[in-house]
Structure formats: C-alpha cells, structure tokens
C-alpha cells in the first residue's frame, strides 16, 4: 500500500519539494511513497519544478483509506480531510507543534530551521543517501523561498549549510540569480484575480477562540499591486464573511525589507497593537517585517492573549 506525502493546502514550494524530497527518500530505501499536493502549484513552484524537469505531483485532499506522510505543517487546519479516517505514519515539519494527534507511534522529525527541505537534507545525510540531483534542486529552491533567499529572522546556519552542499549536487552555480527567477514567477499579479492572489499563500489561524486569516504576497516592488489594492480589500472582504475576526494580508516588499499589512478586522486597534503601528487608510508598513511564522503569527497571538 502507498504512503501518500501531504504538504499543506495552499501548497508553497516547500511543502512541494519536501513532499517529494521525503518520497524519493523513502523510495531509495525501497518503500512506495508518492508525492502529492493539496491543490495547483503557485506560479513560484510551478517555475521550480519545470526548471528541474520535475513532473508536478498528483492532486489529492483526502485522507481516507490512505496511509499517508505529512510534511511542512502539523495541524489539522492544514492537513488533509478525513485525516483521522487515515493512517498516520510521519510527519517532517520546521513549525510549532500542531493540533494533530496520532493512536500509534509514528515517526516524527521536527527541526528549528529556516525550511522542511532543511529538515530533509539532514535526514538524508543520516540515511547515507543523496539526492538525485532534480530532488537537490527543488530542495534548494524550497530553502531560497522558505528563507526569502537567507533574509528571513527564521534563517539558520542549518539551511544555508544544506544549500551549499545541494548546489554542488544540483549543478545550479549562482542561488541569487535562481532566487530572482523564482521571485518573478512567484510575485507575477498583473491579470490573476484579487481572491486568487489573497489565496496564493493564505492560512486560517485559531487566536484564542478567534478565527484570524493572514495571506502573504512577496513582492519585488509594492508598484506592482499600487492598481489593485481596492480589488484586494474587496477579496478579503469576501473571505472574512461572518465567521472570521480578521482578515489580515501582508504585502512584502523583498526588496526593501518590510511589509504593508492590510487590515480588515473586527478590532482594528487590537491589530495595531498587536504590530506598535497606526493603519493609514486599511494599511500600515510594518519595517523589517518578512515572517508570517515568526513575526505575524506570534505578535497577534501576543495581542490575542494565545
Ligand atoms: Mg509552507
Ligand atoms: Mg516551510
Ligand atoms: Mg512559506
């Protein structure tokens, strides 16, 4: 029977590329892992897989039945349906600890980095296997775009190690000009809808009783939504209905280091708080502000009393 490998829903290149890293992992070892994702690619990992010659893997949302891996997340938000109706065997992760609980033992390998493809690297370097060199590529690909090219806060000495000895087996030879390449495809905006784009990388968090969604979109340039900012607010509008406290959507300039966070929120003021900013219109520039994981999430759950 088949190990199906999740990565979360609204797939970044990451949960990607360690889906498919963990799969090929286990197939040198002789088991039957197969790779899957929780819907489309994003343009970024689109790019990534067609510049390795790597096939793009299956679409699957349901647990059920299966016997299943889960790699960049452990909680249930993000995690297949019916997962409890499956059987858990691993999960690989670089998050906190989520709500996910399992009956058996299962293996579970967790590392502060910057990148489950981090994680990844050092699980084959226990085995003694190495990455073929596609499989090296997206690896690397996923730590660039999980650390925003080594400037992200959640960047460690870990992940740029793993880079430097994945180029060497990928053959890529400049990571600044592949991460450039990989910011263009993925901050593309001119013709995709607003929904599409506050979807692009997008996850529902429960704040003390409060269910709060916060979208990422990284960007070269804030130019490049200057047009399509008033389309945006209408899309988080639309997805905080009445059953979210907030809708939060972090407009990252890559470039310049910061975010513009758009607000929309039952409780502006707590959301301020909750960054020291003051909202000008329904944003604010947040200086130095890159990490969803390690900035966003854990001030909000500050001012949230999490
Ligand atoms: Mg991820
Ligand atoms: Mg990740
Ligand atoms: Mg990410």
Redesign the pocket.
Known sequence: MSVYVF??KS?????VAAAIAFAALNKAKGEDYVPVMQGKPNPETEMVLKHFGLPTPEEMTDATDKKLALV??SDLAQAPDNLSKGELVAIVDH?KVGDVTTNSPILYCAMPVGC?CTVLKSMYDQAGVKPEAKVAGVMLAAILS?TVNFKSPTCTEADKKAVAELKAIAGVTDTDALFMEMLKAKSAVEGVPAMDLLHR?YKDFDMNGKKVGVGQLELATLDQVANMRDALYDAMKQQKGSERHSVLLMLTDVVKEGTDLMVLSDDPALIEKAFNAKLSGNSMWIDGMMSRKKQTIPNLQKAFGC
């Open positions: 990565g979360h797939p970044d290149t990451d949960s960049d997340h998050h489950s999980d990388d």
